[in-house]
C-alpha cells in the first residue's frame, strides 16, 4: 500500500482520481488548481477534482500551498510514497517532486517526447496527427522531460475531436493506473529516456487563434474545429453573428470560394475550404445552445443560406 498524493484540475483526471480512491492504495489528499469565474454572472467553477474530494472527504491542499517552502514540512508529515500528477496545469518544483520516496509519476497526454506542454491533445489534432497516446513517466524539473516508464497509441480517427481523445485517455489511464503504481512499489518497471531529437511542444491555445481561415485546406480547417472544441472553440462570422463550430469532417465535394456555403440542406452543410468542403456536424449560433446539425436545422432551416460567404477577412 502507498501513500500517494494526486495532483490535477481537469475532468480528464477524474476516473482516475476514482479509481485510485477505491483501491487499497492510501489517498492522503488532492492538490487542485485556482477556481476560475466563468460566464456571465462570473461565477466560480470548482475542478471536477475538486468537487469529488469534496463529496469523499478527501483533503484537499490548493497549489499555493504545496508552492510555498514553509509547507513542505506538512507534507514531509504525510509520509508521502508517490506523487501523482495527470493534467494538473502548472509546474511543481523539484524539490517537490524528489520527496516522495518513489518520487512522482506524470500521466501525460501524448506520445512523448512528442508535444510536450500545455496542450497536447489539442496540438496533435490541429496538427492533423494520425495518432497520438497517453504516456506514463517519472517526473524531473524539466518540463514533461522524464524517462518513460509506458505509453498505449490512439488511433486519431476522422471526426474525433478533443473531447473523444480525452474521454479515450481517461479511460486509459483509469484501466492502467492502479498496475502502473504496483510496478513501481515492486520495482518490477524499466525506464527509457526521451529522444530529444524527436522532441516537439504544444504550446498554449489562445483565443486569438480560433478565428477560422477559410482559405486554408480542408485538412487543416477541420483540425482546428476538432481540436479547439470544447475551449474555445473555432468560430467564424456570418450575417454579424458569431458561428461556432464543435466538430466537423472532410468532404470530397470540390472546393468553390473559400468560405461559400455549397450545400444547406436537411441533412448537410457544406462550406468550401481552399481545396476540398468542411462537412459541419455540430455548431451553435451566438449565445445558443450547441447542437448537432439535423437539430440546427430543423429549428433554423433558412439561417444558412446557399452561395452566401462566411466573413473570415
Known amino acids: 500500500m502507498m501513500n500517494i498524493l494526486f495532483a490535477a484540475t481537469p475532468q480528464i483526471a477524474l476516473e482516475t482520481l476514482k479509481t485510485i480512491h477505491k483501491s487499497e492504495h492510501n489517498l492522503v489528499g488532492v492538490v487542485c488548481g485556482e477556481e476560475k469565474r466563468s460566464g456571465r454572472g462570473l461565477k466560480i467553477n470548482k475542478s471536477p477534482i475538486k468537487v469529488f474530494a469534496e463529496e469523499e472527504e478527501i483533503k484537499i491542499f490548493s497549489y499555493d500551498e504545496i508552492k510555498n517552502e514553509k509547507f513542505k514540512l ?17 509546474i511543481l518544483k523539484e524539490d517537490l517532486l524528489n520527496l516522495p520516496k518513489y518520487g512522482s509519476l506524470n500521466i501525460h497526454t501524448s506520445l512523448l517526447p512528442k508535444y510536450r506542454g500545455a496542450a497536447p491533445i489539442q496540438r496533435s489534432l490541429i496538427n492533423c496527427e494520425k ?5 506514463f513517466m517519472k517526473m524531473d524539473a524539466g518540463l514533461d522531460t522524464g524517462p518513460i516508464i509506458c505509453s498505449e497509441k490512439i488511433s486519431i480517427e476522422e471526426g474525433m475531436n478533443t473531447e473523444d481523445l480525452e474521454e479515450i485517455m481517461s479511460n486509459i489511464s483509469s484501466r492502467n ?6 510496478s513501481i512499489e515492486k520495482s518490477e518497471f524499466n525506464l527509457t529516456e526521451q529522444n530529444e531529437d524527436e522532441s516537439s511542444y504544444a504550446t498554449k491555445i489562445t483565443k486569438e487563434e480560433a478565428k477560422i481561415n477559410w482559405a486554408q485546406s480542408a485538412e487543416k480547417i477541420v ?3 476538432n481540436g479547439l472544441c470544447p475551449n474555445p472553440c473555432a468560430f467564424s462570422n456570418y450575417k454579424e453573428e458569431r458561428i461556432i463550430f464543435y466538430r466537423a469532417k472532410i468532404s470530397s ?27 459541419v456536424s455540430e455548431l451553435a449560433r451566438q449565445n445558443k445552445k450547441r447542437m448537432d446539425y439535423k437539430n440546427f436545422y430543423n429549428g433554423s432551416k433558412d439561417f444558412f443560406v446557399l452561395n452566401d460567404v462566411f466573413d473570415f477577412s
Not at 74 to 90: H, N, P, R
Not at 177 to 182: E, F, G, N, R, Y
Open 253 to 279: 465535394l470540390p472546393a468553390s470560394d473559400p468560405g461559400k456555403i455549397l450545400r444547406v440542406d436537411k441533412n448537410e452543410l457544406l462550406i468550401s475550404g481552399n481545396d476540398k468542403c468542411i462537412l
Open 74 to 90: 506538512s507534507l514531509e508529515k504525510l509520509d508521502l510514497d508517490l506523487l501523482l500528477v495527470f493534467a494538473f496545469g502548472y
Open 223 to 225: 483540425g482546428k474545429i
Open 177 to 182: 493506473i492502479l498496475q502502473t503504481i504496483d
Open 131 to 135: 495518432e497520438t497516446g497517453i504516456t
